[in-house]
């Protein structure tokens, strides 16, 4: 997996800065990835944080010291020239009774850092690439083992004894990037569904593939849509997990662009939270078709779910300057569609999706990096 992510991923390279990002659950993959850093010739440090003080910030901190972020951050965005973020908890509901405007507020604060960070990637100066490492406490929210979630994982990256991941995530880039360049010239997608009928603007948005150089695993297709351009119902049967929190069965109303109408059988509160964390977070700042078939189930982890083939997914507020995206919220917010049974998505009027497919094939093209937030 460091391999994977260094050389494919990244592609470090020698006296390049990187810094690591995880927390101390993730050690093993951390000192993986900075000894594979090393052999690249790289110039490499790590950010590693301890579970709880965050929670504790966001419990006990003051207004100013809950949006504070060091200047030193900026500083060290500007400079490194690669991330990795290592996404591993061994509490992941730990956020689960915080305030829900603190916790908006301390996560607004912060977006800042990544939105600069996105641009400078938009801009080919940086790159990142977020990954997870396999704990006891993100098996247990997939309802597997330890031994289960971990086969899991690694088969989803394919770094399983005797694969060639680096072969099977530019095989996985060829098909994306066609399928990006037939999207390209879609005016309007119309998403149709249980409950849903949500019609989006695309007009003169990029469709960015997603194929292993920014998430590991990867495999999806997705766009930024134009902001004032969204209206209609959209329903989510699969639970919207933010930061510790889980809203059951969200529905949205967007006239405008914007959502007018929003209810949750479970953490409206939380909901109504984030939508009003600033102007733009009840904007979209993305659409994106689900496409790895080798995910097929939910785990209550976004970095697997808004991959599993067969769904859609948008997201509520900051979208990707690089695809058009305009949206700068402090909000990014993923909220995942099954269509795998019943579902169908028109572009322009013509149906191009059904029950989870595509209904005409594409032939691979050389390669497109892929970018996720």
Not at 151 to 164: I, K, L, P, T
Not at 190 to 205: H, Q
Not at 319 to 340: M, Q, T, V
Request: net charge negative; glycine share 12%; proline share 3%.
């Amino acid at each position: 997996m460091a391999e994977l992510v260094v050389g494919y991923s990244l592609e470090l390279g020698e006296g390049e800065i990187l810094r690591i990002d995880g927390s101390d659950a993730a050690a093993p993959l951390v000192v993986a990835v900075h000894d594979a850093a090393l052999a690249a010739g790289a110039h490499v440090y790590t950010n590693v944080s301890l579970e709880g003080l965050a929670e504790l910030l966001v419990r006990r901190g003051s207004e100013e010291q809950l949006t504070y972020v060091s200047p030193m951050q900026w500083e060290e965005i500007e400079l490194i020239d690669a991330m990795v973020t290592i996404w591993s908890e061994i509490n992941t509901r730990s956020f689960s009774l915080a305030d829900p405007g603190r916790h908006g507020r301390y996560i607004a604060a912060r977006r800042g850092l990544s939105n600069r960070f996105w641009d400078r990637i938009g801009a080919g100066e940086a790159r990142w690439c977020g990954t997870l490492y396999p704990t006891h406490g993100h098996a247990q929210d997939a309802e597997m083992s330890l031994a289960d979630y971990e086969d899991f994982v690694y088969a989803a990256c394919h770094v399983r004894h005797g694969e060639d991941p680096v072969a099977h995530w530019r095989g996985v880039s060829a098909e994306l990037g066609a399928r990006a360049e037939a999207l390209a010239d879609v005016s309007e997608l119309r998403i149709v569904g249980p409950d849903t009928d949500l019609v989006l603007g695309v007009a003169g948005r990029t469709w960015i593939a997603a194929d292993g150089k920014i998430n590991l695993p990867d495999g999806e297709v997705f766009t930024s849509p134009i902001e004032e351009a969204t209206a209609g119902d959209i329903r989510f049967t699969f639970p919207a997990i933010f930061n510790g929190h889980e809203v059951e069965d969200v529905r949205l109303r967007f006239e405008g662009g914007r959502v007018v109408a929003a209810e949750a059988s479970r953490g409206g509160d939380y909901l109504r939270a984030l939508l009003e964390l600033d102007d733009e977070a009840s904007l979209l700042g993305e659409v994106a078709f689900g496409l790895n078939y080798e995910i097929d189930r939910f785990t209550r982890n976004i970095l697997f779910d808004e991959k599993i083939g067969g769904t859609i997914h948008v997201a509520l507020g900051a979208g990707f300057p690089e695809a058009g995206g305009k949206n700068r919220s402090g909000l990014h917010w993923d909220l995942i569609c099954d269509l795998r049974s019943d579902g169908e998505v028109y572009a322009d009027g013509e149906l191009i999706w059904r029950a989870g497919k595509f209904l005409a094939p594409v032939e691979p093209v050389a390669g497109a990096a892929g970018v996720r937030g």
